[in-house]
């Protein structure tokens, strides 16, 4: 089975158009014969929902600090969000099923270690609270799903061993899942063409890095922010075998994933 995992955030797809659009050519690789894992987050939505409820959120190294508040608002503004995409397969003729990670145990996670992070000159250690690591994959389920043309649709909280809920960051799921699926391709859909050499410009987009490269631009700065857990996402991702690792721009009009069955070269390609 030729799976391809693909992820967007909330900033490459924002509202019903881009949902729809997105669903659009879903529907046409599916006609197409290829198995799609879908995982989306929703960082900007989360945040906006934090502040419209009087509340404060503070990201470090690209991930949210959680705690039991703003885990209850992601789980919330994730489910409305996953709803939402849900609509759009369904409108355009794809079956899909929508689960938070934690949903028939499909991933289990442990408590990210705290992460160092840079502040100003100084380096310091930020416990990130209810945030969680991928610790292991069942993917029988989603395969099941699969099997049955049925479309998995997955937003990130998952659970530990106990059963404690954490948020995990949606790429760092994406790749969890790739990685234990044996999937074909994983593609990330952001917000950029993909890695940029200058993040004012459009045009600086690297179109492939190998892992040497990414510790390159991390340590230099030109890597940052949410681009940071995209990277380390890619690096586990290909690690476990994942062969192909592409980010693309869910902004494109024309195609965001519609050529990814042609092998056609797009976005930035990450490769060992
Ligand atoms: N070198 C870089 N190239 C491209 N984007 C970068 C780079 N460094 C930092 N970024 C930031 O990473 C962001 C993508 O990560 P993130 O905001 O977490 O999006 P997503 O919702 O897709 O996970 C970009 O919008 C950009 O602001
Ligand atoms: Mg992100």
Redesign the pocket.
Known sequence: MSIYLM??????IRGKEDLDRLAAEMAQLVKKGAKIILVH?G??EITAEIEKRGMRTTMAG?FRITDDEVLKVADEVLKGLNDDVLDSLKKAGVKAKGMPGYEGNVISCVKKEPITVKDGETTITVDLGLVGEVDKVRTEYLKDLLSQEVLPVIYPICADGSGSRMNV???TVASGIAAAAGCRELI?????P??????KDPGSKIDSVTLEDIDA?IADG?????????VEACRKAILSGVSAVRMVN?KDKESIVSDVMDNKPHGTLITR
């Open positions: 992820k967007f955030g909330g900033n490459a987050g960082g900007p690209g960051n949606a790429d990330f859909i952001t917000d950029v993909g890695i940029l050499r200058n993040l631009l030109t890597i940052s922010g949410g681009m940071i857990p995209k869910g």
